[in-house]
């Protein structure tokens, strides 16, 4: 009987550092490169040590991206319409309900 001895693997590097270029990201860029990681693991074609590596950078990419959209919602106002219905100032977006101005 052959001893077939387990090699041991090379710990894991630290791929999480190497994602400090995401943050100064545009939301347009980083959905971009998203887009593309998503076509390459559909595509299979990449080898499992590399399918990781670019899953966990586009979890990271999808991570900041619902970041980027979350700071806009909150910028985001609608404008409140008074009983003539002229425009009278502006409210906070409530993602929640359909958004028709109150009259």
């Given at each position: 009987?052959?001893?077939?001895?387990?090699k041991e693997q090379p710990a894991p590097k630290q791929v999480r550092g190497s994602f400090?270029?995401?943050?100064g990201m545009s939301f347009e860029?980083?959905?971009k490169e998203l887009e593309q990681i998503v076509t390459r693991l559909e595509r299979g074609d990449v080898d499992l040590e590399q399918s990781?590596?670019?899953?966990?950078?586009?979890e990271a990419l999808r991570v900041h991206c619902d970041q980027l959209l979350k700071r806009a919602e909150a910028k985001v106002e609608r404008i409140t319409l008074g009983a003539q219905g002229v425009p009278q100032g502006t409210?906070?977006?409530?993602?929640?309900?359909?958004?028709?101005p109150q009259a």
């Open positions: 009987m052959q001893n077939n001895p387990v400090a270029d995401i943050k860029a980083a959905l990781i590596e670019i899953y966990e950078r586009g409210a906070p977006l409530d993602p929640g309900t359909n958004n028709a």
